[in-house]
């Protein structure tokens, strides 16, 4: 079993590169390494959810530490419960991929991510051989669930500024996932009217045709009740994207600048900087710079944003794919924390969603391909870089290029950015037949 950590957590095929054997060595060897003594365990309502639920307890269980089994949860709930106790969190979670998959990623008490050197000592020990853990048979609710999840809702509710929501009329796509019990009817006490679609999880449809990586369903239901908002939620929740009011798609770019521009008016914009990945739009850092906001880039992925606002005690950060932090509030992305925020910055600002959305930054024309490789492929970024200096060598100041291994999948990312959309398209087209040719002559 060759599974790693990757950008979040490990993920894999469940039952077969992700089997419960090895999550229940994986329980074992990171309550070994963190010597965390209780964990919060939850679920994002995949049907394999409670299989590898059981394995994690059992590997907790077998290295001394207990646990609270949390059941369908968002992820973010499970970190909040980790940064308010000295609880360790567990989250068996693929996020936004299909129900066939299945992931864990491990939250400390403080509610921050495992370190990479902790993620590589927990690797060194899964490579030892080592008898599987004694299975738990059946999980016990937690007792203190009604309490845990209180207290992370309460700082949900507590994070809007408006008296109320009222007036507002949203659509939420709950990814048939672990925001289906709680965003909905979130937002309808704080007084939203709320149309819920896609709120019906039965193990097998999350992300199915729905949430943040199908926004179809929502952008039409936006359109067809004139709603003022559309959120879509991933499968775990700890991202959201948004419909404006005319059915255009407001990505996680579009929610930091927007973000980063009130929180810089109310003067709560620490060090007057947004901390953004290297995926993020040029069209954000030029009206970053019109605004005097700065901005500060990292890899990909919600850890070194996590880590670069830690050590510099910033206030705004995410990526594209919409998930943000607001670390005043909360130590990861929560994606009912960011719905929250926007509908708060809309209900405050008079706008239409719209309005809000195109005065916040214009999009400069990208092209995102995605190459499958056989394998986690590690030399065919340094067999393109020939190719890839070359675009940008014509590109100049006007655009950029990004190719990128994923850290969740075997899939080459690539990413081109420049004035005219036929020009980008054009050299992703390039660059994607380059990389299948190398493929093609390495097998």
């Given amino acids: 079993m060759g599974l790693k950590f990757g950008t979040d957590g490990v993920r894999g095929l469940a039952l077969d590169e992700l089997e419960p054997e090895w999550v229940a060595k994986l329980g074992l060897a990171t309550a070994q390494v963190t010597g965390i003594e209780t964990f919060a365990i939850g679920i994002d309502g995949r049907e394999t959810g409670p299989i590898f639920a059981q394995a994690l ?158 926004m179809g369903d929502l952008t039409r239901t936006v359109k067809d009740t004139s709603a003022d908002l559309g959120i879509a939620f991933d499968g775990d929740a700890d991202r959201a994207l948004a419909v404006d009011s005319e059915g255009e798609i407001i990505d996680g770019d579009h929610l930091i600048a927007i973000f980063a521009n009130d929180m810089n008016d109310r003067g709560v914009l620490r060090d007057e900087t947004a901390v953004v990945s290297v995926m993020t739009n040029l069209g954000f850092h030029l009206a970053m710079k019109e605004l005097n906001i700065n901005t500060h880039v990292t890899p990909v992925g919600d850890r070194h944003i996590s880590q670069a606002l830690q050590k510099n005690n910033w206030s705004l950060g995410g ?39 195109q005065s916040s930054m214009q999009k400069s024309p990208q092209s995102l391909r995605a190459v499958t490789l056989p394998i986690i492929e590690t030399e065919i970024i340094s067999e393109m870089k020939p190719f890839i200096d070359e675009i940008e060598r014509s590109l100049g100041d006007t655009g950029r290029v990004l190719v990128r291994l994923s850290g969740t999948e075997p899939i080459l990312r690539i990413m081109v950015e420049a004035p005219m959309q036929k020009q980008v398209d054009a050299y992703a087209k390039q660059l994607v037949k380059i990389a299948e040719k190398i493929l093609s002559t390495s097998k």
Avoid at 70 to 81: D, F, N, Q, Y
Wanted: aromatic residues 6%.
């Fill in 57 to 214: 307890a059992s590997g907790f269980r077998e290295a001394g530490s207990s646990y609270e089994y949390m059941g369908v949860v968002p992820t973010p709930a499970i970190a909040h419960i980790s940064s308010i106790d000295k609880f360790g969190g567990a989250v068996i979670s693929a996020s936004h991929n299909q129900a066939e998959y299945n992931g864990i990623k491990f939250f400390l008490p403080g509610g921050k991510k495992l370190p990479d050197d902790e993620q590589s000592k927990i690797e060194i020990i899964l490579q030892e051989e080592c008898a599987t853990p004694k299975f738990i048979k059946k999980l016990l609710p937690s007792s203190l669930r009604g309490d845990l999840m209180q207290s992370w809702l309460t700082l949900l509710r507590n994070s809007v500024l408006s008296p109320n929501l009222g007036d507002l009329l949203v659509v939420v796509d709950s990814a048939n996932g672990a925001a289906s019990a709680f965003a909905p009817q979130l937002f309808k006490e704080l007084g939203a009217q709320v149309i819920s679609i896609h709120d019906k999880p039965n193990g097998r449809n999350i992300n199915l045709n729905s949430g943040s990586t199908n």
């Fill in 319 to 357: 990526e594209q794919s919409g998930h943000i932090i607001f670390p005043d509030i909360a130590t990861t992305g929560d994606g009912i924390l960011t719905a929250l925020q926007i509908l708060d910055v809309l209900k405050r600002s008079e706008k239409t969603s719209k309005e809000l959305s």
